[in-house]
Structures are given as C-alpha cells and as structure tokens.
C-alpha cells in the first residue's frame, strides 16, 4: 500500500516555519507584503484569489488584491504593474491568470520585476532556474519537489522521472528543478497526446500527470513501487450518491495499490501551491531585510 503523501499536512508544516520567519522579520521591521491582480470576474480565479488573501492574511503577511474590470486595458494594466514594482512596501506581486483576450499575457508577466515575480513566470527567473540559479519558481512544481523532500523522497540520481505536461506552470519549471546535477533525474516531458505514452510511464520511477482527465493514468501504465504525482482537477458525478466530486488524472485506488507513494486530489499537490506562493513572498522579503 502506498505511502499517501498529504499535502494538507505538509503545507501546514511550511505555514508554521513562515509565522517564526515572520516574526524575525517584523522584528526588523519589515512586513511581507503580496498583492495579487485579477482582471475580470471569471468565478474560479476569483475565488482562488481569496483564498491566497485568506491564507496570507493567516500567516501575517499584508495583502493588497486589485480586482480590475474586465474591460482594463493593456496599458492600463502595465500602469498597475509599475505602481507595485515601486511600492517598497510590495515584496510580491502576482497577476492571476488567465486574463482577458485583449491582453497579451507575456506582455504582463513580463513588466512584474523578477524579485518581485513570486510566481516565477517572468523570463529572468525562468531563464535562471534553467541555469541552476537561484531563482523564484512556480508554486506548483515548488510544492511537487518539497513534498517529496519532505516525505524523505530526496535521492533523485539517475531516477526516470516522466512529465505528462509540457505548460510553463508544471511541465517545464518541474523538469528544470529534477534535471539540476544536484538532483540527477532523467526527465522525459510528454505530451498527452504522444502515441503509446504507457511506452513512457511504464519505465518511470517518478511519474507526474497534470492533464485534467480523470483516470487518464491507470494502473497498468506504472510499474511497481512508482512514486506517482497527480495534479488534475476534475469534476464527477459520483454513481453510487450522485455527487459532485473532485478526482485527479491517477486511478487513484488502483495505482496506490502498485505505488510507493501517491498524492491524493483533493488533499495532495493543491494546498501546496498557495504556500509556496507565499513562501516566495516571505523570500522576496528576506532579501529586501538582508536575511537571504
């Protein structure tokens, strides 16, 4: 039976250990500051801005959350952006995606300042994390390596680790943390759409899925003893009581039966990203106090 590896728990842990750094840092007189922007009113990203306000707000860190129409324009949106870049009171800034049609997502990535770009989207850090530099990183593939350190998972040297997701929230900043000569993995990226794609994750120690399709690794696609990482969010109706209900893109109850270890949806990856997010806030803080 497969070790769960419970990301509710986890990020709980990391949540403690940013209240103390904290604490150092309002000593110094420096508060963390984060402020997020949503553009328009599309339900779900509303809804998970207020839980990264929620959930900064727990930890003590100042929140600012700018909710602009959706008919905000470009340059509008960049004026925004400039304001924040120059408020030293902001050590993060964040622009939830996805934004409107009518504004050009590299163009808005790329005017946050990279010490302030707590998501890690900016080309700098990227470019950085490629190199093996220290860099910010997106919180979600931050929160897929954390989890596994933390659960002793830490001997990736020569281990095939197969990516099913080639976006630049997963895929690519995941494959450039495992690929680091300190790390050691052989990383192979794969579309979900590559042909014979169990050719792949058959052969993989480590396997990640983020695709949105539930069920879409089964068990026979994994071998024994796979450390099996699931970030899909799907909605299902469940036959038996007829509710809706999240699932990720593992079978999971067959694959934890082969697995070493396996994250659950809801309850595995997710609760990590929000931390990591604020993780960077608190980071990007440090280095403004000198403490990093």
């Known amino acids: 039976m497969a070790t769960i590896l419970d990301g509710k728990k986890t990020s709980a842990e990391i949540r403690e250990e940013l209240k103390q750094q904290i604490g150092i840092l309002r000593e110094k007189g420096v508060i963390p500051g984060i402020t997020g922007i949503l553009v328009g009113e599309d339900p779900g990203s509303a809804s998970y801005i207020r839980l990264k306000e929620k959930v900064a707000n727990e930890l003590g860190i100042s929140t600012e959350m700018l909710r602009l129409a959706e008919n ?8 925004e952006i400039d304001r924040l870049n120059s408020d030293s ?4 800034i964040f622009i939830q995606l ?17 010490d302030k770009d707590v998501d890690g989207f900016h080309p700098t850090n990227v470019g950085k994390a490629w190199l093996g530099q220290k860099a910010f990183l997106p919180a979600t593939p931050s929160g897929i390596y954390e989890i596994l350190i933390r659960y002793g998972y830490n001997d990736f040297k020569g281990k095939n680790t197969v990516i099913v997701n080639v976006d630049n929230l997963v895929g690519k900043p995941l494959a450039s943390i495992f ?9 192979t990226l794969c579309n979900p759409s590559t042909p014979n794609l169990s050719d792949y994750t058959r052969r993989a120690d480590i396997v990640v899925v983020a695709v949105d ?16 990482i699931d970030f899909g969010a799907n909605y299902i ?5 007829k509710k809706t209900k999240l699932v990720g893109d593992l079978d999971f109850d067959a694959i934890k039966e082969k ?3 396996i994250t659950p949806v809801p309850g595995g990856i997710g609760p990590m990203t929000v931390t990591m997010l604020l ?10 106090a000198g403490l990093a």
Do not use: C, R, W, Y
């Open 213 to 228: 399709k539930p069920k879409f690794i089964t068990a026979d696609m994994v071998k024994e003893g796979v450390i099996a």
């Open 279 to 288: 993780l960077n806030t608190v980071t990007a803080a440090k280095l403004v």
């Open 89 to 92: 009171k902001v050590h993060g």
């Open 237 to 241: 109706e469940d036959p038996i009581d």
């Open 98 to 114: 996805p934004l409107p049609g009518h504004i050009n997502e590299n163009q808005a990535l790329n005017a946050v300042l990279p």
């Open 259 to 261: 697995a070493e270890a």
């Open 179 to 187: 690929v680091q000569g300190n790390i050691g993995a052989n990383v």
């Open 72 to 79: 905000t324009t470009e340059s509008e949106l960049i004026k």
